[in-house]
């Protein structure tokens, strides 16, 4: 392995620190690293081609009123590149205006998002609360041959390159970026067209709009999409001919918003509401279905069946796990969190078109999140989802299960005890034949040895356990959400003789 420091940041994060999100699995980092050429244990096939990219919420700093929330984290991306049997890694801050100005100032600028925003030493910001940091920590898409990250509250779309992660900006779209609201996380790249689809949020009418770039990374549809309130929708999916949009019963209280306060509230009376609009028709033509309430955080697809709208997704037992009155205040503070807690189970929405009316069926007993699918049926019929299982009472996934949605077949992998993976990716074969003709990538934190590895496995055999196996530099903090892309979406990957100099770097 080669291996080049690139930068550290500045943390003022205290040696003895004792916040859950912070330590252990969730350590943070200062350092970045650029490694080429990984030692291998295993295998590494030559048919695996191109980039797993996984965002972080990695602080470098406390929070202002000591109430760090996880979400908080500035963003770090990690990066494993596979390309002729050989991988190389970076890992690098999201240069956001947050963590530079952060940085410039030594300490920690925003309230965080359990904390009180009127007591924000700064008073802008961004969000769909306002006056918090864009860390842009969320979510991670490749979009027109760029990595491009997001943040859940909604702020700007960071560029990276997706060989050296060098931030290059933030996305302006010819300047039609919507820079009033944001993007939220979530963004949808649709691989059959090129585009991406995305919605915003906020406290102000229509309180939500729909929008699609194209592939030539232009705006070319942003239309309001009316809601009854501010809601806080935090993922949205698309078939082959419309998007799909989500208004659950999980929101801020509208009398506690009417006195500057946020505070999260379901609201089991209120169906869960899907919308499911033409992919560039105006928000006045979305047709709404209601479903039996939960909150969903993500989906994991949609497609379109007869005259149905299939929609599958995690759906949530217990959206607001109660306050158990005893455990640690952080226990207490980070039950959303667990997917436990939330009782996150695979689950499938038709939305007959025809007749209006939604049908639902539970797809696993087995409690998983943050599932993935081979990206190349993303919008079109698919049959497996690969998503992780999650330690009891912790945000910590322990293990990654195969779903067969329709066999209800599952394979399992534990990680072990002390070994925590990531939001696994599925990448496709080159040359691949079939939906699960490929490989899982994921990154792991081990305590037990104190290093962090990638993992290979093949698709179609994952309870044989990993077939490659390579060691990062360093120990790396649990994370989010994560993307594959193929080196046939990035340019120059095949022409340049070391990956980052693809770019002209
Ligand atoms: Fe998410």
Redesign the pocket.
């Known amino acids: 392995m080669e291996l080049e420091i690139l930068g550290r940041a500045l943390s003022t994060l205290s040696a003895d620190d004792d916040h859950p999100y912070r330590t252990g699995p969730w350590r943070p980092q200062t350092t970045e690293h650029r490694a080429d050429d990984l030692d291998v244990i295993g295998e590494l096939p030559d048919d695996l081609d191109g980039v797993y990219i996984r965002n972080t919420e990695n602080p470098v700093h406390p929070a202002q009123q000591g109430l760090y929330h996880p979400f908080d984290g500035d963003g770090m991306v990690h990066l494993v590149g596979f390309r002729d049997g050989k991988a190389f890694y970076r890992n690098r801050f999201v240069k956001t205006d947050g963590f530079l100005a952060e940085q410039e100032a030594g300490r920690g600028l925003w309230a965080g998002i359990a904390e009180n925003p009127a007591k924000s030493e700064r008073q802008d910001g961004w969000g769909a609360r306002g006056r918090m940091k864009d860390a842009s920590s969320?979510?991670v898409v490749v979009h027109n041959g760029v990595a491009l990250t997001s943040f859940?509250q909604c702020g700007d779309l960071y560029r990276l390159d997706p060989f050296s992660l060098d931030t290059l900006g933030k996305a302006e779209w010819g300047g039609d970026f919507p820079s009033d609201l944001g993007v939220s996380?979530?963004p949808k790249v649709d691989p059959h067209t090129g585009e991406m689809l995305f919605f915003n949020y906020g406290t102000d009418a229509p309180y939500m709009h729909y929008g699609v770039v194209d592939a030539s990374d232009k705006l070319v549809h942003y239309t309001g999409i009316q809601l009854p309130g501010p809601r806080l929708p935090?993922?949205m999916a698309f078939t082959e001919n419309y998007a799909i949009l989500n208004d659950c019963p999980l929101f801020w209280l509208p009398e506690a918003l009417a006195v500057g306060k946020y505070v999260s509230r379901f609201h089991p009376h209120l169906p869960m509401r899907l919308g499911v609009l033409p992919r560039r028709g105006d928000g006045s033509e979305i047709v709404w279905f209601e479903a039996e309430p939960t909150y969903v955080?993500?989906w994991t697809n949609a497609y379109e069946e007869g005259d149905e709208v299939v929609l599958e997704g995690f759906h949530q037992e217990t959206p607001e796990p109660p306050d158990p009155g005893t455990g640690s205040l952080y226990d207490r503070m980070f039950r959303f969190l667990a997917l436990d807690h939330m009782g996150t189970h695979l689950h499938r929405w038709r939305l007959n078109m025809r007749t209006g009316k939604v049908t639902e069926e539970r797809l696993s007993e087995r409690i998983t999140e943050?599932g993935m699918i081979n990206p190349q049926h993303s919008g079109r019929r698919n049959r497996y989802v690969y998503a992780p299982t999650g330690v009891p009472g912790k945000f910590l996934f322990d293990g990654l299960v195969k779903h067969d949605t329709v066999t209800g077949a599952e394979e399992y992998y534990p990680l072990g005890d002390g070994v925590f993976g990531s939001e696994t990716v599925m990448a496709p074969r080159i040359g691949s034949t079939g939906e699960d003709d490929g490989y899982l990538v994921t990154l792991t934190v081990d305590m037990n040895r104190d290093l962090s590895e990638c993992l290979v496995f093949d698709a179609q055999r994952l309870t044989d356990g990993p077939i490659a196996r390579m060691r990062l530099p360093e120990r790396i903090s649990s994370g989010?959400?994560s993307t594959w892309a193929s080196g046939s979406e990035i340019p120059g990957w095949r022409t340049a003789d070391r990956p980052e100099h693809a770019l002209g770097l």
Do not use: R
């Open positions: 969320t979510d859940w996380a979530h935090h993922d955080l993500h943050f989010t959400h």
